[in-house]
């Protein structure tokens, strides 16, 4: 299984970056996928999943209303939308892949998930 992260750069406040996530080596609409982050010294935080039929999705609160997550399971790409960037936003953001089905509570902790990628900074700053 390998998970690539693509989009990140450096945007203004305010701006707007789409992160994608291929997916290979999976059978993909299997999978429940996340997006995660990290800046420097915290931990790992969710910031968005999709189940595998691209309905149903659940946002972290600080990015509610701002982020939008897709899927294309022809394409076993995953997407992450990115408006009204903030310098908060800043971090390494991960995809991440979940075999199975997992509660909504695990799906929001790291260990929710079996495969991962090597991360795509975002940098917002003016």
């Known amino acids: 299984v390998q998970l690539v992260e693509s989009g990140g750069g450096v945007v203004q406040p305010g701006g707007s970056l789409r992160l994608s996530c291929a997916a290979s080596?999976?059978?993909?609409?299997?999978?429940?996928m996340g997006w995660f982050r990290q800046s420097r010294g915290k931990e790992r935080e969710f910031v968005a999943l999709?189940?595998?039929?691209?309905?149903?999705?659940l946002y972290g609160n600080s990015v509610k209303g701002r982020f939008t997550i897709a899927r294309d399971n022809a394409q076993n790409t995953m997407y992450l939308q990115m408006n009204s960037l903030k310098p908060d936003d800043t971090a390494v953001y991960y995809c991440?892949?979940?075999?199975?089905?997992?509660?909504?509570?695990?799906?929001?902790?790291?260990?929710?998930?079996?495969?991962w990628g090597q991360g795509t900074q975002v940098t917002v700053s003016s």
């Open positions: 999709i189940r595998q039929s691209g309905i149903n999705r």
């Open positions: 991440a892949g979940s075999i199975g089905y997992r509660s909504d509570y695990d799906l929001q902790d790291t260990r929710g998930y079996d495969y």
């Open positions: 080596g999976m059978i993909f609409d299997t999978y429940t």
